[in-house]
C-alpha cells in the first residue's frame, strides 16, 4: 500500500496510476519486425526465381549480390514510403484534432508515429511521391497533403480564425479548381473510353481534399482511424510484397554455346545469367534450370533488354500518359530497339 508523505530526500511525488505498457510493448515489436519486412521480401524473391527448388535457391543466395537485392527492392518500393508517412500523420492528426484526449503517445502508435515524425519528413515524403507516383495518383497526394495542410493548422492555431479559413478552407478550395480545370479533358477521356477507375481517381480526391480539415466526432474518431491503421498495416504489405515479386533481380542474356569455328554446330540458351566463373557460365534457363555451360564452348554472350512496359490505359493528361511518373519525363528515356533473336532461342541467319 502507498502512502503520501514526504521521503527520507524531500517531498515524495503523488502515487498515481501507473501507464499501460502495451503501447511500448507494441513499439518494441514495430522496430523488432520492421527490418525483417525487406528480409523476408528478399527471400521470397528467391524462393520463386528458383522455383521452389532449395538446391537453385541455395545456389542463388552464394552467388547474387546482396546489393543487387537490395536497388532492386529500392527501386520497386519507393512509392511504399511517402504513402505510409503521409496517410499516418493524417490519420493521428485526425484523431488529435478530434479527441485530444485519446491522442496519447504512451498508448496508441498511431499518436507516437504522429509525434515523432517532423514536419520536414512529411515535406519529403511529398516531394519523393511527387516524383515516383504515377499520374492518376497525384490528386490523391493533393487530397492527403491538403488534408495535412488544414489538420495542422487547426491543432496549432486553434484560436485563429482566419487562418482556419484561408489555410483550412480557401487554399484547398482553389486547389481544386485549379486541379479540375487541368484534369478535366482527362476525366472526361477517362469515362469515354469506360476507364471508371481512373475517372474516379483523377476526380474523386480534389473535391475530398475540401472535406476533412476539420474535427471528426469524438464519439467515432477513435475508433475509425484505429481501424483505418490497422486496415492500412495489412494492406501496404501485401502490395509491396506482390509489386516486389516481379522485379528481375537477375540480367538477362542469350548464350551462344558450341564447338570453336567454323563449326557451325551452336546452341543458344536463353535466360538469366548468375555468375561466370574461371571455368563455368552458370545460366537460370526459362524453365526454372541451373545450365552449367564450359567457357571453352561459349562462343558468344549477348545481354537481352528489357521488355518494354506496355500502357494499359489510354486516357493522357495534357499530353501526360496516367501511367506515366514525373520521373519517367525528367529522366532520359533510351528508344526501345528490337529484341535480339538470340534472345527468344533462335539464332539468326548468317
Known sequence: MAVDGPGPFGA??????????????????????????????LVLRLWQLSRQDMPTMLLLVQYVSPLGLLS?????????FPLVVLVTCVLGLVLRVSAPDRFDPERSLLAYATVRTPGWVQAAATALAALTWQMRFLPALLMLVGWLIGLRVRHR??????LLLALGLVLPLLAALVAYGWLAP?????????????????GLPPAAAVVLTGPLPRSAAPLLTQVLSYLLAAVAPLVMGS????????????VEVGPPPPAAAVEVVPGQAITVTDRMTIVLDRRGRVRFLPNERVRA???????ERVPVSAVTVRGWPVERTALDWMMPRHRPVAPDSRCSGRLEAR
Open 186 to 202: 482527362a476525366i472526361g477521356s477517362a469515362v469515354t473510353h469506360g476507364e471508371w477507375a481512373t475517372a474516379a481517381l483523377l
Open 301 to 307: 554472350q549477348f545481354l537481352c533488354p528489357g521488355a
Open 243 to 254: 509489386v516486389f515479386l516481379r522485379v528481375p533481380l537477375l540480367p538477362s542474356v542469350a
Open 72 to 80: 532492386a527492392l529500392l527501386i520497386a518500393l519507393v512509392w511504399a
Open 157 to 162: 492555431y486553434p484560436d485563429r480564425p482566419d
Open 12 to 41: 515524495r511525488p503523488p502515487v498515481g496510476p501507473a501507464r499501460p505498457k502495451g503501447a511500448r510493448q507494441g513499439q518494441q515489436w514495430l522496430l523488432t519486425l520492421l527490418p525483417a519486412f525487406p528480409v523476408l521480401l
